[in-house]
Each structure stands twice: as structure tokens, then as C-alpha cells.
């Protein structure tokens, strides 16, 4: 059985480019979760969908970030432009129930440095 | 606010000890708590689970408390080994107030380091 399926897994980018990174969730998993990983901040929760529908986007830090789930297999984050301070390593998590706290499957992360 | 705070400071111990991770919470009650293990390079891994009303939990080696009055858990490993070395998270459920919504809420983390 798949797990989470993230790509790529390293992207490298100059400031000022778009860039957009990829999620394809287990199977039957009905939760999707974007996570940012920094030393200084830890795991920090970007926006999570239920059944495809974006259900918290709180964490998004400002409009240059968005993401969309146009299906259950598969979502993408975006950051346009993209800025030195986005350098992190990107998560995408998956969890079987429809709550923002059920037990969460993570994939290999998105590590994204922004020159 | 409320806050959770691990132990920023590597823990080295011997193989065959007992490892003792703590995961402290402030100004929340939150109903359950998670634990997950991040190796170097990739996401974090679901270990256990320990709801508000059970005190311990375990798992082969694994053993973790919840005290809901000194707002802490401690997650042990027991007859530590090379290969538990890595970074150890703790998750509450908090409520979100400005949206109304439930979220995992991590901790940073401590990082293991179990030499033979």
C-alpha cells in the first residue's frame, strides 16, 4: 500500500519565481494536511481540506501561498512569488477520518530553498 | 497562549537504558495527545495515542503517561537501541479560537541519540 506520495523532493528556485509542489494522498484517506518544517518554528500547519474542500487555511502565511485539491487523489501548494524566507521543508499529510486531529500519515516532504 | 514545549536539548543516553522524552503544555486542556518519530529526511511517523482519560499507554518498548494536572506526558523507550535514535514530536488537539476549527498542534521536538 502507497503512502503519501509528495513531489519533487528538492527544488531549487530564485527569488521571485513560482514555485508548486505536489501531493498525492493514501487511498480512501478523506483529510489533507500541508505542514512547513523550519528549525526555529518546528511543524506549523499551512491549510488542511476534508473531502476537498478547504476547511482551514488560517495557517497560510499571506497571499503569495494557495492551494487547491481539485480531487481526492491528488493537490498542489503554490507560492508565487516565492521569497528566501520560504526556504523549508514542505509536508503533505493524509488521514483517514474528517477531523482536523485524527491520526495523520505524512509523506517524504518538499525540501524548497529559495535563493 | 497556549504553548507546548519539548526539550530542545539533544538526549544522549546508552543502549539498553530506558529513554525518557517530556512533552509540556500550557493553557490548554486538550482531550488527547500523539506521538510521532522523524527520522533525518523524512515526515514524521504515528507511534501512539493517549486520550485525557487513560493514564498510561504502551506499545512493545513504547510507554507514555498522560497527567492532565501537571499538563505533561512523558513518552519512554525502554532497552533503548542505535536505531531509536531520532527526533521524537508530541501533538495536541487545540481548538483553534479565530477559526473555530481543531488542529494537530506540534511540538518541536527532542532528538534522541542512543549510542552503542
Known amino acids: 500500500d502507497a503512502g503519501v506520495i509528495q513531489s519533487p523532493r528538492h527544488e531549487v528556485t530564485e527569488m521571485g519565481q513560482e514555485v508548486t509542489l505536489r501531493c498525492k494522498p493514501i487511498?480512501?484517506?478523506?483529510?489533507l494536511f500541508w505542514y512547513r518544517q523550519t528549525m526555529m518554528r518546528g511543524l506549523e500547519l499551512l491549510i488542511y481540506?476534508?473531502?476537498?474542500?478547504?476547511?482551514?487555511d488560517s495557517g497560510m502565511p499571506e497571499d503569495r501561498f494557495s492551494a487547491k485539491m481539485p480531487n481526492a487523489s491528488f493537490s498542489t501548494l503554490k507560492i508565487q512569488p516565492s521569497e528566501p524566507r520560504d526556504s523549508a521543508v514542505y509536508f503533505c499529510?493524509?488521514?483517514?477520518?474528517?477531523?482536523?486531529?485524527?491520526?495523520?500519515?505524512f509523506g517524504p516532504g518538499t525540501r524548497l530553498t529559495v535563493l | 497562549s497556549q504553548k507546548i514545549e519539548q526539550n530542545s536539548e539533544a538526549l544522549n543516553i546508552q543502549e539498553g537504558k530506558t529513554a525518557t522524552l517530556t512533552c509540556n503544555y500550557t493553557?490548554?486542556?486538550?482531550?488527547?495527545l500523539q506521538w510521532y518519530r522523524q527520522d533525518p529526511g523524512r515526515g514524521p511517523v504515528f507511534l501512539l495515542l493517549?486520550?485525557?482519560?487513560?493514564k498510561e499507554k504502551r506499545k512493545e518498548r513504547l510507554k507514555v503517561t498522560f497527567d492532565t494536572t501537571l499538563k505533561q506526558s512523558l513518552f519512554h523507550i525502554t532497552a533503548s537501541q542505535p536505531a531509536d535514535s531520532a527526533t521524537y514530536l508530541c501533538?495536541?488537539?487545540?481548538?483553534?479560537?479565530?477559526?473555530?476549527?481543531?488542529?494537530?498542534?506540534f511540538g518541536t521536538g527532542t532528538r534522541l541519540l542512543v549510542s552503542p
Open positions: 499529510a493524509s488521514a483517514r477520518g474528517s477531523r482536523g486531529t485524527d491520526t495523520q500519515y
Open positions: 487511498s480512501g484517506h478523506n483529510s
Open positions: 481540506f476534508n473531502n476537498n474542500v478547504p476547511i482551514d
Open positions: 493553557n490548554y486542556s486538550p482531550a488527547y
Open positions: 493517549i486520550r485525557e482519560n487513560e
Open positions: 501533538a495536541l488537539d487545540m481548538w483553534a479560537m479565530n477559526t473555530g476549527f481543531q488542529k494537530l498542534v
